[in-house]
């Protein structure tokens, strides 16, 4: 069984800064459906990221995703205020949608 | 607008049976895979299950295959998440979540989320 890995846990910057988040899967995956999301406290998780690299309708172009086989990467250019939150790297395989455990970007 | 509105909070005892909901409308129900999505308490996201709307079709993840049902019905535009006996480590906000026929299988649309809480 695939295992989805992030990295940081945490990851404290202040507003303005570059954010890299980090999502290694335990065996090679297919990029094509290596998907991350944000979440904001209180709220559903909104779809940010698709087949690892390409931004969902109307997501910033400060988002960026990058990787393959088995390391994975999502990039915030220069972080704003909303930015603040959880996001999580997902795979899904065969009609099963796996999600890391999370990588909580807060206020420094 | 394309949503999903869940059923809200629900207070139950250990032992106790429980159904949420979640329906769909601004879009083809029938056509869209629907994922149900588990959020324990300070916890990340775990697949539970998907059904597709169309013909009941429904897998489970094996963590929690005998532990829920999912059931949907068309004419109301709605999918169901189902529990015979509650267990106390039920807690958690349950999301339903649209598999999206554009991205790639994620999930694009999502409910607000249902708190359940079992407690004696």
């Known amino acids: 069984e695939i295992v989805l890995t992030q990295s940081p846990g945490t990851l404290s910057l202040s507003p303005g800064e570059r954010a890299t988040l980090s999502c290694r899967a335990s065996q090679s995956i297919t990029s094509y459906y290596l998907t991350w999301y944000q979440q904001k406290p209180g709220q559903a998780p909104r779809l940010l990221i698709f087949?690892?690299?390409s931004r969902a309708t109307g997501i910033p172009d400060r988002f960026s995703g990058s990787g393959s086989g088995t390391d994975f990467t999502l990039t915030i250019s220069r972080l704003e205020p909303e930015d603040f939150g959880v996001y999580y790297c997902q795979q899904y395989e065969r009609s099963s949608w796996l999600f890391g455990q999370g990588t909580k970007v807060e206020i420094k | 607008e394309v949503q999903l509105v869940q059923s809200g909070v629900e207070v139950k005892k250990p032992g106790e049976s429980l159904k949420i909901s979640c329906k769909g409308s601004g879009y083809n129900f029938d056509k869209y895979w629907i994922v149900w999505v588990r959020q324990q308490p300070g916890k990340g996201l775990e697949y539970m299950g998907v059904i597709y709307p169309g013909d009941s079709d429904t897998r489970n993840s094996p963590p929690f295959l005998g532990q829920v049902s999912i059931s949907a019905d068309r004419s109301l535009n709605t999918v169901y998440l189902q529990w015979s006996s509650l267990k106390v480590s039920d807690t958690a906000l349950y999301y339903c979540a649209r598999r999206s026929l554009d991205y790639q299988d994620g999930l694009d649309v999502w409910g607000q989320g249902t708190m359940v809480t079992v407690s004696s």
């Open positions: 087949g690892a690299s």
